[in-house]
């Protein structure tokens, strides 16, 4: 069993940063794939990044490419996800999860275990 605690979120305005963290218990992450997800309200879960086991490759959503920063640490068993120049639409609830994969996925179905999620709200 794996238990995922994202902390981080919170309140900023407009064109603002965030770093959210993902912290692991019960096992290590080190062969396990993670992937941020964000709901927003009245909308479907989404995908946001991903890494695999190792660190060597990631993926993201386009509306995010270029601002967001998936990275981790297997070391203190955290992922961590840096939200640069933030804009409204990107106010959710933040989840991690982790995949029993070495390779990352963007389907958040074949993710094992969630956290509860942290809200993130994008003032204009």
């Known amino acids: 069993q794996v238990q995922l605690v994202e902390s981080g979120g919170g309140l900023v305005q407009a064109g603002g940063s965030l770093r959210l963290s993902c912290a692991a218990s019960?096992?290590?992450?080190?062969?396990?794939?993670m992937g941020w997800f964000r709901q927003a309200p009245w909308k479907e879960r989404e995908h946001v990044a991903a890494?695999?086991?190792?660190?060597?490759?990631?993926y993201y959503a386009n509306a995010v490419k270029g601002r967001f920063t998936i990275s981790r640490d297997n070391v203190k068993n955290t992922v961590y996800l840096q939200m640069d120049s933030l804009n409204p639409e990107d106010t959710a609830v933040y989840y991690c999860?982790?995949?029993?994969?070495?390779?990352?996925?963007?389907?958040?179905?074949?993710?094992?275990?969630w956290g509860q999620g942290t809200q993130v709200t994008v003032s204009s």
């Open positions: 890494m695999n086991s190792n660190g060597d490759i990631t």
């Open positions: 019960g096992r290590t992450l080190d062969r396990y794939s």
């Open positions: 999860g982790a995949r029993s994969d070495s390779y990352f996925r963007i389907n958040q179905g074949l993710y094992d275990y």
